[in-house]
């Protein structure tokens, strides 16, 4: 390791926020152990509890009709395709029904931008919801999503925002993020709202006192400079609102997809990434695995990289399916996976309060 990179190690660690031209160096230095380690002492630092946590939810894709179009997505299918579809309401409230059955108290609600819905089919679809199921969180449509949904109702962000959370939307996922600079956006998905309105949904979110996760998609046609660029953007945002619980990371699948010739990033690069992601998010308190693209082992290993959560069980994944990679779990195996690693599991709901008693 050099005595640049260890310098740079030991400021994070401190406690010092990295320049994004020392958080590059990070990024391109292929010390993963030191990388690692590192982390894991920010991690204990912000997490000195002997456990770690985990979810149960369920990703509920209430249509797969989207008009963005996005090179990177094998699920979506375009207005007017034959195996296009808008969820029916009986099964999607046997969906619900069967999360709550096996512990959870959340769904990820998301699908495309479909371009006929409208703003009160949401506040309908919400308030139904939230009538037949007042235990569940709506963790529900991504900042793309509210960005078309404003679009179509020719609203203010605020407005609509506004309307779903009184509807009964409670968080709001990371989702569609991908890699937030304008050159990689052009190249991946071209149709989709830009860097400055994800972030801009988000902030209106924030300001209107909701919470909710960030993400970054990585592993196509971005650099490491670009990967840099898109933990500052949120770091900034971060230090503006506060409004983010959580970041997770993950890398893209492309299975399936108009990327498909590219080489799929494997287990080094993804901890790599977020080892460094840890080290640079300051201002995040936690950071998730991501064991449904990377399997249980990684996921596992990503505990000792700057990871204090080991996300949800995820009873029902769709997107990261279609592109050809399915790992499946139980809440066993993720409760044994936590405890292997040294830790007690704990379960925890979408805003990191713990919701289990201790075992």
Same mark, same amino acid.
């Given at each position: 390791?050099s ?5 740079l190690?030991d400021?994070?660690?401190?406690g ?10 990070l990024?391109r230095?292929?010390?993963?152990a ?24 369920r ?5 797969n009709i989207?008009?963005?179009g ?5 699920f979506?299918?375009p /207005?007017?395709h034959p195996e296009?579809y808008?969820?029916d309401?009986?099964?999607?409230y046997?969906? %619900?029904q ?6 959870g108290?959340?769904?990820?609600l &998301?699908?495309g931008?479909?371009p ?8 309908d679809?919400?308030?139904e %919801?939230?009538?037949? +199921?007042p &235990?569940?969180?709506i963790h529900g +449509? ?9 679009? %179509?109702?020719n609203l /203010? ?5 506004s309307r779903?959370?009184?509807?009964g939307l409670?968080s ?5 993020a991908?890699?937030l600079v304008d ?6 998905? /071209?149709?989709?709202?830009s860097?400055?309105?994800w972030l801009e ?5 924030h300001?209107?006192?909701?919470r909710?996760s960030a993400t970054m998609?990585?592993g196509?046609?971005?650099t490491?400079?670009?990967? %840099?660029e898109?933990l500052e ?15 997770i990371c993950?890398? +893209?699948? /492309?299975?399936?997809t ?6 799929k990033?494997?287990?080094f690069?993804?901890?790599k ?6 080290l640079?998010l300051?201002?995040f308190?936690?950071?998730?695995a991501?064991?449904?693209t990377?399997?249980l082992k990684?996921?596992?290993m990503a505990?000792r990289f700057?990871?204090?959560? +080991?996300g949800?069980l995820?009873?029902?994944e769709n997107?990261v399916?279609?592109a050809?990679?399915?790992f499946r ?8 996976a936590?405890a292997?690693?040294?830790?007690v599991?704990?379960r ?8 289990d008693?201790?075992?």
């Amino acid at each position: 390791m050099s005595s640049t990179i260890k310098k740079l190690l030991d400021k994070a660690v401190a406690g010092e926020r990295l320049e994004p031209e020392e958080g590059l160096q990070l990024l391109r230095s292929n010390d993963l152990a030191a990388l690692g380690r590192a982390a894991d002492a920010v991690t204990r630092r912000l997490h000195p509890q002997p456990y770690r946590t985990y979810n149960i939810d369920r990703n509920i894709n209430y249509t797969n009709i989207c008009k963005s179009g996005c090179r990177f997505c094998a699920f979506s299918r375009p /207005p007017g395709h034959p195996e296009g579809y808008v969820i029916d309401r009986n099964e999607l409230y046997r969906k %619900i029904q069967e999360t709550i059955d096996a512990g959870g108290d959340q769904i990820l609600l &998301q699908g495309g931008l479909h371009p006929e819905l409208k703003l009160d089919w949401y506040e309908d679809l919400l308030r139904e %919801i939230k009538r037949r +199921f007042p &235990q569940i969180n709506i963790h529900g +449509f991504s900042p793309p999503e509210i960005d078309h949904l404003a679009g %179509i109702a020719n609203l /203010p962000l605020e407005t609509v925002l506004s309307r779903l959370k009184d509807a009964g939307l409670g968080s709001l996922p990371g989702g569609g993020a991908e890699i937030l600079v304008d050159r990689v956006r052009r190249a991946v998905s /071209p149709h989709k709202g830009s860097p400055e309105r994800w972030l801009e949904v988000c902030r209106t979110w924030h300001a209107i006192g909701g919470r909710g996760s960030a993400t970054m998609m990585f592993g196509h046609v971005e650099t490491p400079a670009d990967r %840099i660029e898109h933990l500052e953007r949120l770091r900034q945002l971060q230090d503006e609102t506060g409004g983010f619980t959580a970041f997770i990371c993950w890398t +893209f699948q /492309p299975g399936h997809t108009e990327l498909a010739g590219l080489p799929k990033a494997g287990a080094f690069e993804y901890l790599k990434t977020l080892a460094t992601s840890r080290l640079y998010l300051d201002n995040f308190t936690n950071l998730q695995a991501s064991w449904v693209t990377q399997g249980l082992k990684i996921g596992q290993m990503a505990l000792r990289f700057g990871a204090n959560d +080991f996300g949800s069980l995820m009873i029902e994944e769709n997107v990261v399916a279609a592109a050809g990679t399915s790992f499946r779990t139980s809440e066993a195996e993720i409760r044994r996976a936590i405890a292997e690693a040294g830790y007690v599991p704990r379960r925890r709901n979408v805003f990191y309060e713990l919701v289990d008693a201790v075992s």
